[in-house]
């Protein structure tokens, strides 16, 4: 009898957290690497944010909590609902988890049964197919390139849906393209859901806070209240507040759903880090000033990026609305050969030989299923990035 489950063998480890792992190992070989993979950002969680968990270290607050967020939480995550988005949740309609993906895994989980499909827009951050197939379902992924923005069309929604369709997972501005949807693009494709009251709607609004110049975030259930009953609307803190380390994501949605989500995480990691929920209260309810500094970082380094990754030979990079990715079409590098020898066939191994040869990781397109591109996560000093843009461009002007 094998070891191992046949469920595991469905899906794969995180090419991202591989690729991160791969460019550590050769630091601590001494080489000189520039992670430019990693999908976190660069600032340490703000002072007032910490001060909070430190408090509830002292106060004791260190024990076990309700199984999917204490009180205190679950009521600032609705009063930013009411304030960010428009949105009336109540505390019951509101689930705590470790991570945000604890809580996409949660929802999956508790909601897929065998030949249930799930539409993923495509290129996709890397967990969605993955979770869907050990939940037992069958990720529909629709590629959706550059000629549309890396956005899906209503046609392409429309096309996709079938009598088996149970979500629809969408993430704007999203992991790996920082493309984000409009109002009028958003409710083109609410206007889609309308016509299929089978189909639920699992957003994936974690960069929200991320945005820049005239984009205006919004969200599915903001834009069409009547999609509210078959939306989950998941976001967290990790990412606008730098709390990656602090394991902290929720979700607001229809009461039977979010009870049979704290179900399923009663009988894994029961309740998420207590004094992180704390940390998490005051993130939501305290200062937000920090959030448009940051910004104002992010864009400025974004900037900097596109225009370099435009100045390289064979490679096109559209400006995006958010999150800290860029995601270049590499179709002019592909079928050449690296300055150091290696024949550069699909994305996978033009990210190796950057690594290899200029000591720069990225994470190669397939691994968000759309190819020939990579991801750049600019979310590190400008010093790095300009480095990076330097090495990258004589790689790509060294491809014969
Ligand atoms: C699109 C997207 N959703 C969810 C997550 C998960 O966030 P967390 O760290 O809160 O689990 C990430 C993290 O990379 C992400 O990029």
Known sequence: ????????????????????????????????????????????????????????????????????????????????????????????????????????????????????????????????????????????????????????????????????????????????TGAGYSWEELKALTDVLMRHPHVWVMTDDMYEHLTFGDFRFCTPAQVEPTLKDRTL??????????????????????????????????????????????????ALSGPQDFIAANNAVFERRRDLVVAALNDCAGVTCPVPDGAFYVYPDISGCIGKTSAGGAAITDDEAFATALLEEEGVAVVFGAAFGLSPNFRVSYATSDAALTEACVRIRRFCDGLR
């Not at 949660?106 to 890397?126: F, Q, R, S």
């Not at 046609?155 to 629809?168: D, G, H, S, V, Y």
């Not at 709390?243 to 949605?253: C, L, N, Q, S, V």
């Not at 179900?263 to 894994?268: D, F, R």
């Open 233 to 282: 609307t998941v976001n967290g803190v990790s990412k606008a507040y730098a709390m990656t380390g602090w394991r902290i994501g929720y979700a607001a949605g229809p009461e039977p759903l979010i009870r049979a989500m704290a179900k399923l995480q009663s009988q894994s990691t029961s309740n998420p880090s207590s004094v992180s929920q704390w940390a998490a209260v005051e």
């Open 1 to 176: 009898m094998p070891l191992l489950s046949e469920t595991l063998s469905r899906v794969k480890p995180s090419p991202t957290i591989a690729m991160t792992n791969k460019a550590t190992e050769l630091r601590a070989q001494g080489r000189d690497i520039i992670g430019l993979s990693a999908g976190e950002p660069d600032f340490d969680t703000p002072a007032h944010i910490a001060e909070a968990g430190r408090r509830a270290i002292a106060d004791g607050k260190t024990r076990y909590t309700a199984v999917d967020g204490i009180p205190e939480l679950k009521r600032a995550i609705c009063a930013k609902f009411k304030r960010d988005n428009g949105l009336d949740y109540t505390p019951a309609q509101v689930s705590v988890g470790t991570g945000g993906k604890q809580v996409l895994y949660n929802a999956l989980m508790a909601t897929l049964n065998p030949g249930d499909e799930v539409i993923i827009p495509t290129p996709y951050w890397v967990s969605y197919p993955d979770v869907v197939l050990l939940a037992g379902g069958t990720p529909v992924t629709v590629a959706c390139g550059i000629d549309t923005g890396f956005r899906i069309t209503p046609e392409q929604l429309e096309a996709a849906i079938t009598p088996n369709t149970k979500w629809f997972l969408f993430n704007s501005p999203s992991n790996p």
